[in-house]
């Protein structure tokens, strides 16, 4: 096995090298016209652009993601060699200077294949109003770009705990500029897409989510770039088995949608730091849901409790600040110019229970003590930045699940997963 991984990285670092001269090549074809009085023109500068002098701009993005996936021990459940994790087409851009507007649409297999969809009126720097379909404003892990993670999978947490895209309306803006402080509160139709039960229909009735992030020490030298932020939703549930369900790395269920009915409240703390060549992040989500007259007698049930955390650091080896971003690379001899490349480490957990330990614990989905189940991982990963186009990673990723009866493999808790991906962004 380590020798067919071996030839899918070689074989996929040469793709790679071959698409930065491509790239690199049509960027010097396509420069922006020098005439000051054609008013209409194509730029293609980090993005393929057309503008209409100050009024109107449009981007077009393209996104693809190749993945290469090998799991040890193999489960019937886990996924083919080869996946094409994304393959998303879109536009965004500018209207009359306050008016800014994004959609996408992933063509690639998925669950919701319209992405964002939205308007955002800016006329005025601290009170902006968004409306469409865009992420809710929870957790830090999540409302990051997938062509910006540090990693190849999202954190547990916010992969299973954190609401994602929704339709709603938004009002946001920065508050004391001086410290970066940023708000947002939003209304949303439902409560996110990863929130949908097991036929992938939204639950949860109207949302009202509130996010604040800021940099409390804008002036230290040191920790100019320390953010700091918290977050909450807290919406209806309906009566059903829409619990929020836990899965594994390899998409197995560990732990099924539960009869639920009442409020459902999040919350979540984060940090973010990036001092020069490295990186510190850490999150932590806590998800409460009531569980109104779901017993066999109708009675009311403990609330089902799920929360979890991650710590993740990084290290660009190649001596470029992390908080100026990656894409563009630094010449550096070891390398030749072949961009930036980074280490990174990532430790979790998330667990799901219930508010009460009294009594025998069961697996029922109506149980009155709920027998818990938690997922620990542990990533360990290589980034390899080309360009600004062209990106290389590679996990290795460390599984323990604690109840090994619901593990996809009953009684075997530890997997482990090599995972190897190919960006190209647009």
């Known amino acids: 096995m380590t020798r067919h991984l071996c030839r899918l990285a070689v074989l996929a670092l040469a793709s790679l090298r071959l698409l930065a001269q491509d790239t690199d090549h049509e960027v010097k074809e396509d420069k922006p016209p020098k005439s000051k009085d054609q008013r209409i023109r194509f730029v293609w500068k980090k993005h393929p652009s057309l503008r209409f002098g100050d009024t109107f701009r ?19 459940e886990t996924p083919k060699l080869f996946e094409l994790g994304r393959l998303r087409v879109g536009i965004e851009g500018t209207a009359l200077r306050f008016l800014e507007y994004e959609a996408s649409y992933e063509l690639a297999e998925t669950d919701f294949h319209w992405k964002d969809l939205y308007g955002n009126f800016r006329k ?19 409302l990051t770009g997938p062509t910006n993670l540090d990693f190849i999978e999202r954190s547990r947490i916010a992969d299973r705990l954190a609401p994602n895209r929704d339709a709603g309306v938004l009002l946001h803006g920065s508050i004391l500029a001086e410290r970066s402080f940023k708000y947002q ?38 920790f100019d770039s320390l953010t700091i932020g918290g977050a909450f939703t807290a919406g209806d549930v309906p009566e059903g088995l829409y619990g929020l369900r836990l899965r594994s790395v390899l998409a197995s269920t560990l732990f099924p949608h539960y009869f639920v009915n009442g409020r459902r409240l999040r919350t979540g703390a984060e940090a973010s730091w990036m001092p020069g060549p490295f990186s510190l992040k850490a999150e932590f989500i806590a998800v409460r849901e009531q569980r109104k007259g ?80 938690s997922d620990r991982v542990a990533t360990f990963g290589v980034n390899w930045y080309m360009n600004q186009w062209a990106k290389f990673q590679v996990n290795f ?8 009866f619901r593990a996809p493999i009953q009684g075997q808790g530890l997997y482990w997963t090599y995972k190897f991906r190919l960006q190209v962004s647009l």
């Open 294 to 373: 779901q017993g066999l007698a109708g009675d009311d049930l403990p609330d089902l409790i799920e929360r979890g955390w991650y710590a993740s650091g990084a290290w660009v080896v190649t001596g470029q600040k992390k908080a100026l971003g990656l894409d563009n690379g630094k010449h550096v001899p070891i390398l030749r110019g072949w961009g930036a490349l980074e280490l990174a480490v990532r430790g979790e957990q998330i667990r799901f229970a219930s508010d009460t330990h009294a009594g025998r614990p069961s697996r029922s989905t109506r149980a009155f003590n709920v027998l818990p189940q």
């Open 185 to 222: 509160i939003g209304y949303f139709r439902h409560d996110g897409d990863n929130a949908a039960d097991r036929f992938n229909v939204r639950t949860g009735k109207r949302v009202i989510a509130g996010r604040l992030t800021g940099r409390p020490f804008p002036s230290a030298p040191l």
């Open 397 to 404: 990723i460390r599984e323990q699940i604690e109840d090994a």
């Open 124 to 142: 005025w720097r601290r009170f902006q109003v968004r409306a469409g379909r865009f992420r809710i404003p929870f957790s830090m892990d999540q």
């Open 58 to 76: 449009m981007d077009f993005r393209f996104r693809s993601q190749m993945d290469w996936t090998e799991h040890d021990p193999n489960v019937d």
